[in-house]
C-alpha cells in the first residue's frame, strides 16, 4: 500500500459520524472505523469538533474526503433536510480545510460517495447500463450512474409519494421508529423502487446502509420490482470509503 493512496474518509450521517484511513487504490480500511454520535442538535460547530476528535482519534494530517447527507455545490452546504437548520449556506470545504489544516479537501453527498465505492470496488463493478444505489438510513440518499458514470446530487429519497418525501415513509429509520415489521416496511420499499424504476429505466438497484447487513429480512418483500435489486457488497464502510475517493476523483472547486 502507498503512503500517497491514503486518504482520510469521514462520512456524516444522521446518527452518527464516522471515519477511518482509506487505501484509495485497493477501497480497503487501513484503519479501524472510528465513530462518534452525530452532536444534537447537530449543528456546525458541534459536527466539525467531532470531526477534529475523530481525527485526533486517527492521527491524521493528510488528505481528507467528507460525505455529507444533504446537498453541497462549491464546497457550500445548499440544503441538510436532517440535520440542523444552521447548515444552510455553511463553507463546508472552506472550514474543514482551516479546521484540520489538511493539504486537500473534498466534499460531496454522502450517497454519491457510496455510490463511487460500491462501483469502483464492490456490486456496481463493471456493471453497464442505468444503475441506482440507493442508501437506507436516517434518510434515503441516491446515486444515478449510466454506464458507470456518476450523475452527481440527485435527491430521489425526495420524490413525493403518497403526499410525502419517500423518505418519511421507506427510510431505515422509519422502519424503527414507526415499529413497522420487516414485510411492511419492505412493502413501502417495494413501492418506492417500483416508482423510481418506471421513472428512470433503472437496469440494478444497489441498496445500502445499515440494512443491507440483513436483505434476508426485505428482499422477499421487494416483489413488484422488475429489474435486478442487490445487496450493497461494502455495506455501511462503503460511504467512508467513497468519501476518501472524493479529493482524487472529483473536485469540488469547479
Ligand atoms: C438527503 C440526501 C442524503 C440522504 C442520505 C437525504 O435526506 O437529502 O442528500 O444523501 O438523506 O443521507
Known amino acids: 500500500m502507498s503512503e500517497a493512496d491514503r486518504v482520510m474518509g469521514i462520512d456524516i450521517g444522521g446518527t452518527g459520524v464516522k471515519a477511518a484511513l ?17 452532536p444534537q442538535p447537530a449543528t456546525p ?18 488528505a481528507v474526503g467528507c ?3 444533504g446537498l453541497v455545490k462549491s464546497g457550500r452546504v445548499q440544503r441538510a433536510p436532517n440535520l440542523d437548520p444552521s447548515w444552510i449556506g455553511y463553507d463546508l470545504a472552506g472550514r474543514l480545510e482551516t ?8 466534499i460531496g453527498n454522502d450517497a454519491d460517495a457510496a455510490g463511487l465505492a460500491e462501483f469502483e470496488f464492490g456490486a456496481g463493478k463493471g456493471v453497464a447500463g ?52 420487516w414485510k411492511k416496511w419492505g412493502k413501502r420499499l417495494n413501492d418506492y423502487l417500483v416508482h423510481v424504476e418506471y421513472l428512470l429505466g433503472v437496469d440494478l438497484f444497489i441498496l445500502g446502509g445499515g440494512v443491507s447487513k440483513r436483505p434476508e429480512r426485505f428482499f422477499p418483500h421487494l416483489k413488484d420490482v422488475g429489474c435486478r435489486v442487490e445487496a450493497a457488497r461494502l455495506g455501511n464502510g462503503a ?12 473536485s469540488t472547486r469547479p
Open 22 to 38: 482509506v487505501d484509495t487504490a485497493s477501497g480497503e480500511l487501513a484503519t479501524e472505523r472510528v465513530r462518534q454520535p452525530t
Open 45 to 62: 460547530a458541534a459536527v466539525m469538533e467531532t470531526i477534529k476528535e475523530l481525527r485526533r482519534q486517527l492521527q491524521w494530517r493528510g
Open 67 to 69: 460525505g455529507f447527507p
Open 99 to 106: 479546521e484540520l489544516n489538511a493539504p486537500s479537501v473534498a
Open 130 to 181: 442505468t444503475v441506482l444505489v440507493v442508501t437506507l438510513g436516517t434518510g434515503i440518499g441516491s446515486a444515478v450512474f449510466r454506464d458507470g458514470v456518476l450523475l452527481p446530487d440527485t435527491e430521489l429519497g425526495h420524490l413525493e409519494m403518497r403526499g410525502k418525501a419517500a423518505e418519511k415513509r421507506a427510510a431505515a429509520s422509519i422502519r424503527t421508529s414507526k415499529r413497522l415489521s
Open 239 to 250: 460511504g467512508i470509503i467513497g468519501a476518501a475517493m472524493f479529493p482524487s476523483r472529483r
